[in-house]
């Protein structure tokens, strides 16, 4: 397993160790102690979440408010989708810039988004199912978003917007700018 940093600090790709053989392929799809070792940082998951979308949904930007924030460990079991995390820690030298990378069930790899972050992802094959671990538990009344086809952001989702399928809850969301962090 190695953890490749991206141009937001404690924001990583995990490219796992595959073992191919006749039978098929493993990995170890999440180990506590490696994976705190290669971000060095101590995080403990304790909650997963699995989500199925056809392509073109789009789920994003979301993020859960003060002490309810969330770090996720986010990855794709089947199909191709482009994921998203936006760095919105006020104090952040890289507060609104965003990272985003191609999660597939080849390439395997994985992104751990930090708290302070938002995240979103689109669908970019014909059915996804995207599972994900968080560090901290749902919680409804916390929940923050931001629209994800804010100007700030600029964000390059890959399709065009006509072909997008997205919650009515994330329809209406925030610009940045007025978003409650
Ligand atoms: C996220 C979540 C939702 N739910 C419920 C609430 C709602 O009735 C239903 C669907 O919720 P949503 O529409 O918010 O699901 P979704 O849009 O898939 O939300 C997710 O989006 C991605 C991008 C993330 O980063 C996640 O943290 C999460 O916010 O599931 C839970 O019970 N537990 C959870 O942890």
């Given at each position: 397993?190695?953890?490749?940093p991206?141009?937001?600090e404690?924001?990583?790709?995990?490219?796992?160790?595959?073992?191919?053989?006749?039978?098929?392929?493993?990995f170890e799809?999440?180990?506590?102690?490696?994976f705190n070792?290669l971000?060095?940082?101590s995080?403990?998951?304790v909650?997963?979440?699995?989500?199925?979308?056809t392509?073109?949904?789009?789920?994003g930007?979301?993020f859960?408010?003060g002490n309810?924030?969330?770090?996720?460990?986010?990855r794709?079991v089947?199909?191709r989708?482009?994921?998203?995390?936006?760095?919105?820690r006020?104090?952040?030298?890289?507060?609104?810039?965003?990272?985003s990378v191609?999660?597939?069930?080849?390439?395997?790899k994985?992104?751990?988004?930090?708290?302070?972050?938002a995240?979103?992802?689109?669908?970019?094959s014909?059915?996804?199912?995207?599972?994900?671990?968080?560090d901290?538990?749902?919680n409804?009344?916390?929940?923050?978003?931001?629209?994800y086809n804010?100007?700030?952001?600029?964000?390059?989702?890959?399709?065009p917007?006509?072909?997008l399928?997205?919650?009515?809850?994330?329809?209406?969301l925030?610009t940045?700018?007025?978003?409650?962090l």
């Amino acid at each position: 397993m190695k953890a490749v940093p991206t141009q937001l600090e404690q924001c990583f790709i995990i490219e796992p160790t595959v073992f191919n053989d006749a039978r098929g392929y493993f990995f170890e799809s999440f180990n506590q102690e490696t994976f705190n070792a290669l971000i060095g940082q101590s995080v403990t998951f304790v909650q997963d979440n699995e989500s199925y979308s056809t392509k073109g949904v789009l789920r994003g930007l979301h993020f859960q408010k003060g002490n309810w924030a969330q770090a996720k460990l986010v990855r794709v079991v089947k199909g191709r989708v482009l994921d998203v995390a936006v760095d919105i820690r006020k104090e952040s030298p890289t507060y609104g810039q965003h990272f985003s990378v191609e999660l597939t069930e080849d390439n395997k790899k994985q992104l751990f988004v930090p708290r302070g972050f938002a995240h979103g992802f689109v669908v970019l094959s014909d059915t996804a199912i995207f599972s994900y671990k968080c560090d901290n538990y749902y919680n409804k009344a916390s929940e923050g978003g931001i629209m994800y086809n804010d100007a700030a952001l600029n964000i390059d989702w890959q399709l065009p917007s006509k072909a997008l399928i997205i919650s009515e809850k994330d329809a209406i969301l925030s610009t940045f700018e007025n978003a409650i962090l």
